[in-house]
């Protein structure tokens, strides 16, 4: 079955320092990939997503992803995080068989002042 | 109001009881969206709604009934609910639902967090 994993539950970083969130996933064919984020008391926002063309997409706040076909994986970066960064991440697939978002476990963002 | 509003934004029931959760979408979207959130668990999609028609409803137990009057309102209805139920539950709404290589993005609600006792 179709799945998507987010291997890290948890990430701290310090403020300002580098982020890069981990997202593979389990799709024969090229999926339509996704990162969403939710803030506290919030709903989940778009970030960015990948349909095709150039691997590596810009998204709102600063934030980029890579998708990599060799390793089935689309990892999302941002080179300064704020504290406004954190929140929980989560990276979804779109699958054109039964037009459903396959979504990971999420990983919550800790950002130490 | 703009976006996707829920009401609740918090609700405790017991398991005899029926209760409603209300969604509402202020972008003029065809498509809505229910989801269940468990804690540590990757989101559920219950059910979509493509101009008030329900298209899909993953294997969805019975004592969930959706209602979408129009395209602009959700409704989630509970009753006879067990503990296992108890989550956060998000209503999205999208232009329209995919289709032939098009995702439209998703606009989230705030949730309702849902207390089974």
């Known amino acids: 079955a179709q799945s998507v994993t987010q291997p890290d539950i948890h990430i701290t970083v310090s403020e300002g320092a580098s982020l890069e969130l981990r997202c593979n996933y389990s799709y024969g064919a090229t999926p339509y990939l996704f990162w969403y984020v939710q803030s506290p008391g919030q709903g989940l926002q778009l970030l960015l997503k990948y349909f095709s063309g150039d691997t590596l997409v810009q998204g709102i706040k600063g934030f980029e992803a890579e998708f990599k076909r060799s390793q089935s994986s689309f990892n999302l970066r941002k080179p300064s995080v704020h504290w406004s960064d954190a929140a929980e991440y989560f990276c979804?697939?779109?699958?054109?068989?039964?037009?459903?978002?396959?979504w990971g476990a999420g990983t919550k963002l800790i950002i130490k002042p | 109001e703009t976006g996707v509003t829920q009401t609740p934004r918090h609700l405790v029931m017991g398991m005899t009881n029926k209760k409603s959760l209300k969604c509402e979408q202020h972008?003029?979207?065809?498509?809505m969206y229910w989801y269940k959130q468990s804690a540590k668990k990757p989101l559920e999609l219950m059910f979509v709604y493509n101009f008030k028609e329900q298209t899909e409803n993953n294997s969805v137990p019975s004592r969930f009934s959706p209602e979408c009057p129009n395209s602009s309102h959700l409704f989630l209805h509970l009753h006879t609910l067990q503990p296992e139920d108890s989550a956060l539950y998000l209503c999205?709404?999208?232009?329209?639902?995919?289709?032939?290589?098009?995702?439209?993005?998703?606009?989230f609600g705030p949730g309702t967090r849902l207390t089974v006792l």
């Open positions: 972008l003029g979207h065809n498509a």
């Open positions: 999205a709404s999208s232009q329209d639902p995919p289709a032939g290589g098009r995702w439209d993005e998703q606009f």
């Open positions: 979804a697939v779109g699958l054109d068989s039964n037009y459903q978002l396959i």
